[in-house]
């Protein structure tokens, strides 16, 4: 899985940061169940030094099927926002093996009566 991460918030890039965003993510796409092949982390501080709930983290995936998805998240903290960004990925795949799984059963049942 290849992972890429933009910091483009005050203060650029640390390698500190940079290496607990990634093992974060490689840690949760490893366990889901799904073959996920890119995902790329962007990081913005939206009103700069300021402070407040404005450090924004954006994650896009890309499946193996060529599948994309996106997961946004802010927060005061740039690793909360990774965190939840995460978590919020993490639920878009779980439903959407679940609905995967529910149209399989669906032609399964639709082929059986046909």
């Known amino acids: 899985m290849q992972v ?11 390698p500190r940061l940079r290496e607990s965003a990634e093992e974060r993510i490689r840690r949760a796409f490893d366990r889901c169940a799904g073959p996920v092949v890119r995902v790329e982390l962007r990081l913005i501080d939206e009103n700069g030094p300021k402070g407040g709930v404005d450090r924004t ?14 997961a946004r998240a802010n927060s005061e903290a740039t690793l909360s926002a990774i965190d939840l960004a995460i978590g ?27």
């Open 57 to 70: 983290a954006t994650l896009s995936y890309t499946l193996a099927s060529g599948a994309v998805g996106h």
């Open 88 to 114: 919020r990925a993490m639920r878009q795949l779980r439903n959407r093996s679940g609905r995967e799984r529910s149209l399989r059963r669906r032609d399964d049942a639709l082929a059986r009566t046909a």
């Open 4 to 14: 890429h991460i933009h910091d483009l918030t005050e203060g650029g890039d640390t």
